[in-house]
């Protein structure tokens, strides 16, 4: 059975971990522990020096594609380009460097998919997909891999881009419905890794300083997610990892929040929040979960993992 309040928390995971990791993103572990001890409290600053509660763009473009998806009631790349470009305008805090190249090939060609590139492999795509597993939750597997694929390829249209945000959608959307993390394990985490074994991270050591690889940043968040068993364990032992930090931490954030619910998320944190931002999450949540119960959406019963019968 899914959960409006899972959901709600997912979107509010996502930016929790975001602004949490921001204020370490980039920092080491060892220069982490020095300067906080342990990190465990939405404070702001970072080398962006933002203020308490903000979140960055990981949190910003999941919102601008949430919105593109409701206002054309689906996941179209031509909207999501567009939702892009208009953020990428009004200036945010942050932005990627393959995001901006590709959005500004965007705005020349006026194409919606960016050139398939190896090089394209970052997380940039898989930080912003909330939305769409919460848009497609009861469409069928293809529909689901299709509508990731047109978000992600605006700007990253590479392999393991798409196998790692395929991987979250289907992830977070079992989880809202109520399987269980070990269930989460076997039939998502491990069958990716075995079509692509880079993403292997139970036979690698910490991923501590994860960089903007995707592959990096699952690494780090399957390690932290599936070892610990609350959600601020999650998100705290994620971002003392640095590197990538608001990124990890909002990957980690989306999947924990859909896992363990409203109740398991700090109130401390959730009252650090920035409060436009936390609306809006809460709100989009709950309009996506909406969407995706309309009667065109296709009922399809999922029970094997996408992962392998693809």
Not at 8 to 24: K, P, Q, S
Not at 49 to 65: C, E, I, N, R, Y
Not at 214 to 222: I, N, S
Not at 283 to 301: F, Y
Request: with cysteine; proline share 4%.
């Amino acid at each position: 059975m899914i959960t409006t309040d899972h959901a709600i928390a997912a979107y509010l995971g996502l930016a929790i971990g975001d602004a949490l990791g921001a204020t370490v993103e980039f920092m080491t572990p060892r220069e982490i522990a020095v300067k906080y001890g342990t990190h465990d409290t939405l404070c702001g600053g970072g080398w962006l020096h933002l203020k308490l509660g903000q979140v960055t763009d990981d949190t910003t473009m999941s919102l601008a594609l949430g919105n593109a998806i409701l206002t054309q009631g689906k996941v179209d790349a031509l909207s999501s380009a567009q939702a892009f470009d208009g953020w990428m305008r009004a200036k945010p805090i942050d932005i990627g460097n393959t995001v901006r190249r590709n959005l500004l090939q965007f705005r020349k060609t006026g194409n919606p998919e960016s050139p398939y590139s190896d090089h394209d492999a970052g997380n940039g795509a898989a930080m912003r997909v909330l939305p769409v597993a919460l848009a497609t939750l009861d469409q069928s597997e293809d529909a689901v891999r299709a509508a990731c694929r047109a978000q992600a390829h605006v700007t990253h249209h590479s392999t393991l881009s798409d196998a790692a945000c395929e991987c979250l959608v289907f992830m977070v959307q079992d989880a809202l419905r109520g399987v269980n993390k070990n269930q989460l394990l076997h039939q998502y985490a491990h069958p990716l890794a075995v079509r692509y074994p880079v993403f292997k991270f139970r036979a690698v050591r910490q991923n501590s300083n994860p960089s903007g690889y995707v592959v990096d940043t699952l690494q780090a968040v399957f390690q932290s997610f599936f070892d610990t068993d609350n959600f601020s364990s999650c998100l705290i032992d994620v971002v003392n990892r640095g590197g990538d930090a608001d990124t990890t931490g909002a990957i980690a954030g989306m999947l924990a929040g859909a896992l363990y619910g409203l109740e398991e998320i700090p109130e401390a944190w959730l009252n650090k929040l920035d409060a436009r931002t936390s609306l809006a999450c809460t709100v989009q949540a709950r309009a996506l979960i909406k969407l995706a119960s309309q009667p065109n959406c296709q009922n399809r019963l999922r029970t094997t993992s996408p992962l392998t019968t693809a």
